[in-house]
């Protein structure tokens, strides 16, 4: 939902066809009623988004090869069952539920693969004369990075990695939503994991990491009226919005006087619910919410963001076709060995159960009971030789224990999960470098799913910069600023506990957003004081960005994603162990001293333990307290003004020693 009602002039309605796709009839007296509400051109362009809708929900739904011919919504079903090892009801008596669950662990095994990876995303920007901005771009990297952690989306890429593994489509929106919070305002950037089934393209031809190209799109939702209300009781057209589906009289047609304008209906509806329809043309530059039939904005109105594309990204694991938008996950991949697995287990259970109790003939025409085999029965005029078995085995043999181990690696080959991969042991002991080098080829087989979440997170890193770009960057409010005196306005700041700094040190970073430049002597002072810090064995920086002259420059973003080991992990502690003994032959061959600071940040952030070495105190400077004393003037003003104002901390654009190095703001007056 925008953050605002879009008012815009009306874009001259162009010919369009007006017949309605099959399956909606907007009868004439319908047509009457709508009228009286509508302008012919609204009424026009009305017909025309309907009819888009119905043609895009329909193709969606057909039967396609690319489904093992079965539409769009069964085999979503399908997936979502072998995900979850449903199990289904029996057929008939004799036969035995069973399902293995063997897609459901392996794809478990996967998933917890690449969350156990660390998919760091690097931020880089250029000029229009393809100067790299080196600072800036490290700079948007940290602000997208806080940005995700005040989110919290480490529990949407959880489920996010799951839908890519186990359906075909994966949409996930990039949004700027302003909530109100015991009266307090609150904007912020967010994204939205959004079911396959909730997304409908204008063209399936076009496959998913092409999306920008697509005609048009919309999300479908469903929701009470209560919090539809709440969201667009503001909007004058909300008071045609009915709840439910059309009230119907005897014949069957809609009932009511202006709601027969409004009978359309995208799906079925409980009584108390509405259908939310968000509508982007990207080509047509048209955006357009539909609840219960009601347009909420009038034709022709722009789209609610200057970026390219739409706010939905669509992701895919493996591509199908060149020609095809949806995409093979590993529970389509797995079917069939899944299928193969669980009749190879039913069938080996019902072995083993006729072994147990083995279907018998008798010569005679008497019929008998299974009680005859009771515990305790005394049965009179019966024999053993009475009865003949009808099998000739002993139950499952070894071969098909041998063929049941090869189905599992065969759905190992089709998955991607190994042994070493889902943690199983093969017996034997193995080093750590063994286990390192077998942990890689297992990610070396996950190549698609690798490939994908890499995707996803450099898409929406590069939506959050979008979104970054075209909400963060305007005033909060105004203060009067306590070293100048003057009145001058409030923008937002950023501060990362954990940043890498520019010494290759880990530490905090503090950027604030500014309108202007900073003043030499609040430079040299900041300056001081994380050099002072540093001292003290605390690394910090401090950053500002003049949001004017960031408006002013022509960018052009990007976002490269490499996969790592998580900080932390037993894989990575290893490797810091192999690493600084490497390190300490090399340094008793060449004499160099092994960088001890470095040496216990790593150790530290490896770890997690802090404040493990004690930091030497620095001894005073003649002369020295007065400096210190100026710019802890400087920040106690600035942290006075900002625990007042709720803003942050501030930046510092400046860094590198005694030789400043070129801020975003020196780049932009070049």
């Known amino acids: 939902m925008p953050q605002e009602t879009i008012t815009a002039p009306q874009k001259a309605v162009q010919s369009k066809n007006t017949t309605l796709a099959k399956g909606y009839k907007f009868d004439k007296k319908a047509e009457e009623a709508a009228s009286i509400i509508m302008s012919p051109e609204d009424l026009t362009s009305y017909k025309f988004l309907l009819e888009r809708l119905t043609d895009a929900r329909d193709t969606r739904n057909s039967t396609s090869h690319f489904y093992d011919n079965s539409n769009f919504i069964q085999d979503y079903i399908d997936n979502e069952n072998a995900r979850n090892s449903y199990l289904k009801p029996k057929k008939n008596d004799s036969e035995t539920r069973i399902v293995t669950g063997t897609t459901e662990k392996k794809i478990e095994a996967v998933a917890n693969e690449l969350l156990a990876l660390n998919f760091q995303a690097q931020v880089r920007t250029f000029n229009e004369d393809d100067t790299e901005l080196v600072q800036l771009g490290q700079d948007m990297g940290d602000i997208v990075k806080r940005t995700n952690e005040i989110e919290n989306d480490e529990d949407l890429w959880q489920q996010a990695i799951y839908e890519l593994l186990c359906q075909r489509v994966v949409g996930i929106e990039e949004k700027f939503v302003t909530r109100f919070y015991n009266g307090k305002k609150i904007q912020r950037a967010e994204k939205e994991l959004i079911s396959g089934l909730k997304i409908f393209v204008g063209d399936i031809t076009i496959p998913t990491h092409k999306y920008k190209q697509q005609p048009f799109m919309f999300k479908y939702d469903r929701m009470s009226y209560r919090q539809a209300q709440v969201l667009w009781k503001n909007n004058e057209n909300f008071q045609f919005v009915k709840k439910g589906m059309p009230a119907q009289n005897n014949s069957g047609v809609a009932d009511e006087y202006i709601g027969r304008a409004y009978t359309y209906r995208f799906g079925k509806l409980q009584d108390n619910e509405v259908e939310v329809i968000t509508y982007w043309s990207y080509p047509d530059n048209e955006y357009q919410v539909i609840i219960n039939g009601v347009t909420m904005f009038k034709p022709g109105t722009p789209l609610p963001y200057k970026y390219e594309g739409y706010p939905i990204r669509l992701f895919a694991l493996k591509s199908l076709s060149v020609n095809f938008w949806a995409g093979k996950p590993l529970t389509a991949s797995a079917k069939a060995i899944q299928a193969l697995t669980d009749e190879s287990i039913r069938l080996m259970v019902r072995k083993f159960q006729q072994s147990l109790e083995p279907p018998l003939a008798v010569p ?261 307290n007065t400096e210190e004393g100026q710019a802890q003037d400087l920040l106690g003003q600035i942290n006075e003004f900002e625990s007042s104002t709720a803003a942050g901390q501030l930046g510092q654009g400046l860094r590198g020693g005694q030789q400043r190095k070129p801020s975003v703001n020196t780049l932009a007056n070049a």
């Open 364 to 624: 005679t025409k008497k019929i008998f009971s299974k009680d005859v085999w009771a515990p305790g029965a005394v049965t009179q005029g019966l024999r053993q030789k009475d009865f003949q078995s009808m099998i000739d085995h002993q139950g499952p043999s070894s071969s098909e224990f041998q063929m049941m181990k090869m189905i599992n690696r065969m759905s190992e080959e089709f998955i991607g999960a190994s042994d070493v991969t889902q943690g199983v042991s093969s017996g034997d002991r193995k080093s750590a470098t063994e286990v390192l080098t077998l942990q890689r080829n297992a990610t070396k087989q996950l190549g698609h799913a690798v490939l994908a979440v890499m995707r996803m997170k450099r898409d929406m890193e590069m939506a959050r910069i979008d979104t970054i770009m075209e909400n963060y960057l305007e005033s909060k409010g105004k203060r009067v600023n306590p070293i100048t005196k003057e009145i001058e306005k409030v923008f937002r700041s950023f501060t990362l506990s954990q940043a890498e700094l520019d010494n290759g040190m880990n530490g905090s970073k503090q950027i604030r957003l500014m309108d202007r430049d900073l003043e030499v002597e609040e430079e040299q002072m900041l300056f001081d004081e994380e050099e002072k810090r540093a001292k003290r064995g605390q690394q910090v920086r401090f950053r500002t960005i003049n949001v004017e002259k960031l408006k002013k420059l022509r960018l052009n973003w990007y976002v490269i994603v490499s996969p790592e080991e998580k900080e932390g992990t037993a894989l990575d502690k290893v490797m810091f162990q192999d690493k600084f003994q490497q390190a300490v032959q090399i340094s008793q061959v060449t004499g160099d001293k092994v960088n001890g600071d470095k040496v216990k940040n790593d150790f530290e952030t490896t770890w997690k333990a802090r404040d493990w070495f004690q930091r030497q105190p620095v001894p005073q400077i003649p002369g020295q």
